[in-house]
């Protein structure tokens, strides 16, 4: 199957009446979402609201129980789609760090690159040098994951994913297990990639990032999006009565 040529207005992503359901209980209640080239678009909402599963669903980690999810044109919810091919363009990094920990920080690194894209290993280690400085962790390429902080991990994490090339990355509470003078060392990188023109979708409830960085803020609860719209806005300005009473518990 062949494919238009994709263009900065087409969504990277897109989520067409997705539902999840585990058992009984449905945890995503049809959603539609479309994230375009470029666009940081940051979820927030409460516990057990969905956004968690939603992130999950983009690349059916958590396979769907209805709808279609699109990933640059492609469907990826179709029979005999190669997913494997696929979430190679997706980059994600969980609130825990996942790193080997037999392995160092450039084992980390190089270990997928080399096994699944066929990357030689001088050149995958040149990229995870190249990679490691710029989440500012140059001097640590020989140590394992047990000599690191947690920012330190999950920066190691997120230069992780980002050796794989991919084209969107997705960010689920990847600060919410840190202790709290971290959190600024690794929102820093998301920053940087943000500006970098990355396409991210991140859940988090880091409200200074959503506003300072976001392209969009999405609130979900109930496995639906209650509302949406520019960060200032829904922050400042919630429109819906569920965001206006989840805010101000969460921004006293």
Not at 5 to 27: H, N, W
Not at 71 to 86: C, Y
Not at 98 to 117: M, Y
């Amino acid at each position: 199957m062949t494919h238009a040529p994709a263009t900065d207005q087409d969504p990277v992503i897109e989520l067409r009446g997705v539902r999840k359901s585990f058992g009984e209980l449905e945890v995503l209640k049809g959603i539609d979402l479309a994230v375009t080239r470029g666009e940081v678009v940051v979820i927030i909402g409460p516990s057990g609201g969905g956004k968690s599963t939603l992130l999950r669903c983009v690349n059916l980690l958590d396979p769907i129980s209805a709808g279609q999810v699109f990933l640059e044109g492609e469907d990826l919810t179709r029979p005999q789609v190669d997913l494997n091919r696929i979430r190679r363009r997706i980059g994600m990094v969980f609130q825990q760090f996942n790193l080997f920990p037999h392995l160092t920080v450039l084992g980390n690194l190089t270990l997928a690159p080399v096994k699944l894209l066929g990357l030689g290993r001088q050149e995958a280690e040149r990229l995870a040098g190249d990679l490691l400085s710029r989440v500012g962790l140059a001097d640590k390429v020989d140590a394992y994951p047990r000599q690191l902080s947690g920012g330190q991990q999950q920066r190691v994490a997120i230069a992780r994913a980002l050796m794989m090339s991919p084209h969107v990355m997705l960010f689920d509470e990847v600060t919410s297990a840190l202790d709290p003078e971290l959190v600024s060392e690794v929102l820093d990188v998301m920053r940087d990639l943000a500006r970098s023109g990355m396409t991210m979708l991140c859940v988090t409830h880091e409200m200074g990032f959503a506003r300072e960085l976001g392209d969009r803020l999405v609130f979900i609860d109930g496995g639906v999006i209650a509302e949406q719209g520019r960060p200032a806005d829904v922050l400042d300005d919630p429109q819906q009565a569920r965001t206006q009473q989840f805010l101000r518990k969460v921004l006293r």
